[in-house]
């Protein structure tokens, strides 16, 4: 039900900033936690940030603290990850999920914990 359209990944030197969007239909996006994933060529897909569906809760990757924020505007069905001070291992296909965990403020951290998914965007950081 729920459908997902990433954009903003594109290249950007490193140090440099990028903003990811995700734009999602129906009219339950709030009550989905929201996770932004990435995956590099050859690598697991791994999870980068997470926000529950309040918006209360949030998770980031120890590679990303410090650098990257989630956040969520309901309004607008979207959920974005600004990405800050990017370096070259951050280069990957980035990805946005949704899931629905019930009614609590809980994030999920997994790729399988998710129902669905956009079709990746890619973000390259030339270093």
């Known amino acids: 039900q729920v459908q997902l359209v990433e954009s903003g990944g594109g290249l950007v030197q490193a140090g440099g900033s990028l903003r990811l969007s995700c734009a999602a239909s129906?009219?339950?996006?709030?009550?989905?936690?929201m996770g932004w994933f990435r995956q590099a060529p050859g690598k697991k897909r791994e999870v980068v940030s997470a926000?529950?569906?309040?918006?209360?809760?949030?998770y980031y990757a120890d590679s990303v603290k410090g650098r990257f924020t989630i956040s969520r505007d309901r309004a607008k069905n979207t959920v974005y990850l600004q990405m800050n001070s990017l370096k070259a291992e951050d280069t990957a296909v980035y990805y946005c999920a949704a899931g629905f965990f019930g009614n609590n403020d809980y994030v999920g951290r997994r790729v399988n914990e998710y129902d669905y998914w956009g079709q990746g965007t890619q973000v390259t950081v030339s270093s």
């Open positions: 129906g009219r339950t996006f709030s009550r989905y936690a």
């Open positions: 926000i529950s569906g309040t918006g209360g809760s949030t």
